[in-house]
């Protein structure tokens, strides 16, 4: 089977061709550049940005991959969530094209695609590795714990009731007067610094449940910086302040994340999502999971951000298990959560 797979939630225009398993071309053009000197993204620019690369894009996708429209068998593309006007340019492009080629469609939930998306190793999926798991997926937007049951049936444990860990990464930096996007930047700067010389709370550490919250953390930053407004102007003291706060962050991920695969019985866990890049986080979930002898599947940073990749591989999926297809007359979900991703059983 051929997928066409079409990603525009947010600020990456990206097109995939997946056969059989096997990514053969995924193209992304990000729009960090556009967005940069705003500090932030600009929804009606991001939409804009979306339409003028979208053809372009396909083509090079096509291209890269050596494949014709005609050889295609279905297309995909996300749904939600995401930005509205952002989803809608590659939504409704990837309906016309299933239109035009009078093959399936589906559209696919943005959360789910980042939930699967460290089952993609190199250039294919890799499927046959599958365990059942604990997930964490950490992005710009979200930050969710969730449970994969079986391949395609997973619940949601928890998630944050405030900021995401992406939203605190970035909201610190820009407090810090880093460049956007801020995560990158903190990261960067705590490999040099030291992650104990500040005490930053770790928020809902120490509560049962499976919910995050970050908005605390920044709050606490902003007032710490507020008291000690030269440190901006020493850069090692930059690199302590990056290393300290990156140090909380990531010391509550990794702990609330393996205390629910303990308390499930699940000897495997994942992460996937922008801020999975993240140094810190990768070196606390590595040595974590050797502790307690569990099996690690971090997604691959080329699949960590978005990318069209993980939506192409997730769709061959769920058409190889399910007869589910999406109407041509859909319409995006701007506020589709993971819990409402239609749930196939194998
Ligand atoms: O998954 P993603 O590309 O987009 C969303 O769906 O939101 O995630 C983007 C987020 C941003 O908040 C960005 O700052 C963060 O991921 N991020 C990082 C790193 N790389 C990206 N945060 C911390 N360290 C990084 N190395
Ligand atoms: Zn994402």
């Known amino acids: 089977?051929?997928?066409?797979?079409?990603?525009?939630?947010?600020?990456?225009?990206?097109?995939?061709?997946?056969?059989?398993?096997?990514?053969?071309?995924?193209?992304?053009?990000?729009?960090?550049?556009?967005?940069?000197?705003?500090?932030?993204?600009?929804?009606?620019?991001?939409?804009?940005?979306?339409?003028?690369?979208?053809?372009?894009?396909?083509?090079?996708?096509?291209?890269?991959?050596?494949?014709?429209?005609?050889?295609?068998?279905?297309?995909?593309?996300?749904?939600?969530?995401?930005?509205?006007?952002?989803?809608?340019?590659?939504?409704?492009?990837?309906?016309?094209?299933?239109?035009?080629?009078?093959?399936?469609?589906?559209?696919?939930?943005?959360?789910?695609?980042?939930?699967?998306?460290?089952?993609?190793?190199?250039?294919?999926?890799?499927?046959?590795?599958?365990?059942?798991?604990?997930?964490?997926?950490?992005?710009?937007?979200?930050?969710?714990?969730?449970?994969?049951?079986?391949?395609?049936?997973?619940?949601?444990?928890?998630?944050?009731?405030?900021d995401a860990a992406g939203e605190c990464f970035d909201k610190v930096a820009k407090l810090a007067g880093l460049p956007y996007p801020g995560g990158p930047e903190v990261d960067r700067l705590a490999v040099r610094g030291n992650p104990k010389a500040f005490e930053f709370p770790r928020p809902m550490l120490r509560d049962q449940s499976d919910d995050f919250s970050f908005a605390g953390l920044k709050t606490s930053v902003r007032y710490f910086l507020e008291k000690n407004p030269n440190l901006l102007e020493d850069a090692q003291r930059m690199c302590d302040l990056c290393a300290s706060v990156q140090a909380a962050i990531v010391e509550v991920l990794v702990t609330k994340t393996i205390r629910a695969a303990r308390r499930l019985g699940v000897r495997c866990v994942t992460a996937s999502g922008g801020v999975t890049c993240n140094r810190g986080l990768r070196q606390g979930l590595e040595s974590a999971c050797r502790d307690e002898r569990f099996t690690l599947r971090l997604a691959e940073r080329q699949f960590c951000t978005d990318n069209a990749a993980m939506i192409g591989v997730l769709a061959e999926r769920k058409l190889m298990h399910s007869t589910r297809k999406t109407s041509l007359d859909a319409e995006i979900l701007p506020g589709m959560s993971l819990a409402e991703a239609p749930i196939e059983a194998r």
């Open 1 to 162: 089977m051929t997928v066409l797979a079409i990603e525009t939630s947010c600020d990456e225009t990206s097109v995939a061709v997946i056969r059989n398993g096997r990514v053969l071309s995924n193209v992304i053009a990000s729009q960090v550049e556009l967005h940069s000197e705003y500090g932030g993204v600009v929804p009606e620019l991001a939409a804009r940005e979306h339409l003028r690369k979208l053809a372009p894009i396909t083509r090079g996708a096509l291209a890269s991959a050596r494949v014709e429209p005609a050889q295609i068998d279905a297309v995909a593309a996300t749904q939600g969530p995401g930005l509205p006007n952002a989803l809608l340019i590659g939504f409704k492009a990837a309906q016309a094209f299933a239109f035009a080629l009078e093959k399936p469609f589906l559209g696919i939930n943005h959360h789910e695609a980042h939930l699967y998306s460290p089952w993609i190793a190199g250039d294919r999926a890799d499927f046959d590795a599958f365990q059942l798991n604990v997930s964490l997926i950490v992005s710009g937007g979200h930050t969710i714990l969730v449970q994969v049951l079986a391949e395609l049936t997973h619940v949601v444990l928890g998630s944050t009731i405030d």
